[in-house]
């Protein structure tokens, strides 16, 4: 990582207060060139907390493209930070209409040209892509990284129709005790603490919203671009990971948006910015890359960073895409060997679908509850524990099916199965896992997908299996560039459980037969003698603003501890999230956030299931006096008809308890 302190422009940045409509101030900070002619504006707007949260990632962003001539916003949503107002649901209809009212702001400026970009990474790379469906006229380009255009299946809620146990949990109860922090005095001055209650007292947890609505209804068609992708008018940037969980929303963009209007970014990363160097590499430029997006469509020819106007992300393939070496199995990787690939158009010409057909005689799948204990992190974000370890005992569990690789064989895509399968029951699913096999026999995952068989005709109905009968099922699994070895064995693996992503139905113990006869795997084979010369600049970043990070004398709890108790057939799940711990900001802030999610399943009993998640988040300003702590705890478990949750937030002003409120509720069990 290179850091830069010298560059074409001097800047400043200043904190200011954009006006709604009705009154409400958004809080936003701005960098900007020291110029007096007007230049394009770029838009960062989350709820993430632009003065503590996210801060460090700001400061090595936003002044970097100050320092190239733009004007770099970052935006709090109303209701979190030290915007005023109240939160509501994620990319409600008020969350958007506000971002289009800054949009709309930013180009009235009088040190701004009139055009503007979004970009973001995760709700930030929500928000810029809902937006720009909305199409307000000065937003002409945006670039979003590590975010989805269907909120309903590609996103934290459910998949492939079944519920996410891993993160409709945990991410709904991480937002519960990040909307609960207060605001800070430092920056919303004295009315602190009217906001603060203002907000508590309109908390409702997103738990109750996510659960109630269990099929791809209206509600997760909201903000879904998928829906419509013509209403999209700005240029797009799509950027994602392998190990990102919205990775095949970049294959979605390309194929689906104008190809004059639109390039497509898939490296080895997880969820994460491609520049910041975090497992697994290799990192790239991406500030420099973004820049040429930029420069393109923002700003005119005789502005442009290279003074001509052609900054040559026309003549860049639609996507860029990383394909990776064959890899033994590790939970993290500093960088993943492999090659990157361009493809002029997607569906790729240069990629053909293989068939691989099962064999062997029919084959009961009744997979154990706590299959799944071995998947990883839904989201890795860099840590030492987020990737899937050796799969060897996950597929002990899981009926297998291998195939031999004569010569390197390329996968660019996403993999299909197609599954005959007999079940007794009425309800259930099926996973399918693709793995690389070594010679030593470890097993590698590649990827995955999943199946609530209730939705085989489709995500927005569910239609109960008629118990005995056989039917034919096809399913995609997520998207993955890897490169199969000569001599390794492609391995099928396909369960009927996976906890703790997949939250079991009821009647999952049953499983179902597999026929062999009928099913097959389709892998999208890409052609290895077409490669390109596709390179990026070196990492770089503007310099890091001095966070502190005290050390503890507290020995650190593991990130992923699995527990099985054997007498009762049970198994624990312990995750630490590791979101930041305790850090200082050079304004005095000490911040202290802490985190625990528990996955909790008997091996024979798909009704044991149970999440909890508890937070603790301190905010405290020795200089002011000012000591303030957030407590959740969030727990689902369930019966046959019912997902039973509970909530709790706890909010202290010093020794102060000033909020206390718990939820109790019982939420029909419709499709998962």
């Known amino acids: 990582m290179r850091i830069r302190t010298s560059f074409p422009n001097e800047t400043a940045h200043e904190d200011i207060r954009i006006p709604m409509p009705d009154g409400t101030r958004l809080y936003a900070r701005v960098w900007r060139p020291l110029t007096n002619e007007p230049v394009p504006a770029l838009l960062e707007y989350l709820p993430y907390r632009l003065t503590d949260w996210t801060a460090p990632r700001d400061a090595q962003r936003h002044p970097w493209y100050a320092g190239h001539g733009y004007a770099s916003v970052r935006v709090d949503v109303r209701g979190h930070g030290n915007s005023e107002g109240t939160p509501g649901d994620e990319y409600d209809a008020q969350e958007l209409a506000d971002g289009v009212e800054v949009v709309n702001w930013l180009a009235a400026q009088p040190w701004c040209t009139g055009k503007v970009g979004m970009f973001g990474i995760s709700w930030g790379g929500f928000n810029s892509l809902q937006i720009a469906a909305l199409a307000p006229e000065p937003l002409k380009a945006i670039v979003t990284v590590c975010a989805t255009d269907d909120r309903y299946d590609n996103d934290v809620h459910y998949m492939g129709g079944s519920a996410l146990a891993v993160d409709l949990h945990a991410w709904a109860a991480t937002m519960l005790a990040f909307v609960a922090r207060p605001p800070d005095p430092e920056y919303a001055g004295l009315i602190w603490r009217d906001m603060w209650l203002k907000r508590l007292e309109r908390i409702d947890p997103f738990i109750h919203t996510w659960l109630a609505h269990q099929l791809r209804d209206d509600y997760w068609k909201h903000g879904s671009v998928c829906e419509d992708y013509g209403a999209i008018r700005a240029a797009v940037l799509a950027v994602g990971g392998w190990h990102d969980p919205y990775r095949d929303t970049v294959l979605r963009l390309v194929e689906h948006l104008p190809p004059d209007r639109v390039r497509g970014l898939i490296g080895p990363w997880s969820h994460q910015y491609p520049d910041r160097g975090l497992p697994p590499g290799p990192a790239i430029g991406f500030l420099q890359e973004t820049l040429r997006w930029w420069d393109h469509w923002l700003k005119p020819a005789s502005d442009s960073a290279s003074g001509t106007g052609d900054t040559g992300v026309t003549a860049d393939p639609l996507l860029r895409a990383y394909v990776s070496d064959s890899h033994p199995p590790a939970t993290v990787y500093d960088t993943l060997p492999g090659r990157w690939v361009g493809e002029p158009a997607w569906p790729s010409p240069h990629v053909k679908t293989t068939t691989y057909g099962l064999r062997g005689a029919p084959v009961v799948v009744r997979s154990p509850m706590h299959t799944g204990v071995d998947a990883g992190r839904f989201f890795p974000f860099g840590n030492d524990a987020d990737l899937p370890p050796d799969q060897r005992d996950e597929d002990a569990r899981s009926a297998c099916f291998e195939f031999e690789v004569p010569a390197e064989t390329w996968v660019l895509g996403r993999p299909r199965v197609r599954l005959r399968l007999t079940s007794e029951v009425e309800r259930g699913q099926v996973i399918a896992r693709l793995c690389d096999v070594a010679p030593d026999g470890s097993s590698t995952l590649v990827t995955r997908g999943v199946l609530n068989l209730s939705a085989r005709h489709g995500r927005d109905r569910a239609v109960p299996w008629t118990p005995g009968a056989t039917e034919d099922v096809t399913f995609e699994l997520n998207a993955i560039g890897h490169a199969f070895p000569p001599g390794h064995r492609i391995r099928l693996a396909v369960s009927s459980a996976y906890w703790p992503w997949i939250w079991p139905q009821p009647e999952s113990g049953a499983g179902f037969t597999l026929d062999p006869e009928g099913s097959a795997l389709e892998l999208p084979v890409r052609e290895r003698e077409l490669t390109y010369d596709i390179r990026f600049d070196e990492p770089e970043e ?131």
């Open 542 to 672: 503007a310099a890091p603003i001095g966070v502190n990070y005290p050390a503890t004398l507290d020995e650190p709890r593991p990130e992923r501890l699995v527990v099985r108790d054997v007498a009762k057939g049970e198994w624990r799940l312990e995750v630490d999230p590791r979101y930041g711990g305790t850090r200082v900001y050079p304004d005095g802030l000490e911040f202290t956030e802490d985190a625990l999610e528990t996955y909790t399943i008997d091996e024979s009993d798909p009704l044991s299931a149970r999440t909890r998640s508890d937070w603790t988040i301190r905010l405290h300003r020795p200089e002011l006096g000012w000591d303030t702590t957030v407590r959740t705890r969030s727990e689902i478990t369930c019966d046959e008809t019912d997902f039973i949750t509970s909530n709790e937030v706890i909010c202290t002003e010093g020794s102060e308890v000033i909020f206390h409120r718990t939820w109790e509720k019982r939420i029909p069990r419709t499709a998962s």
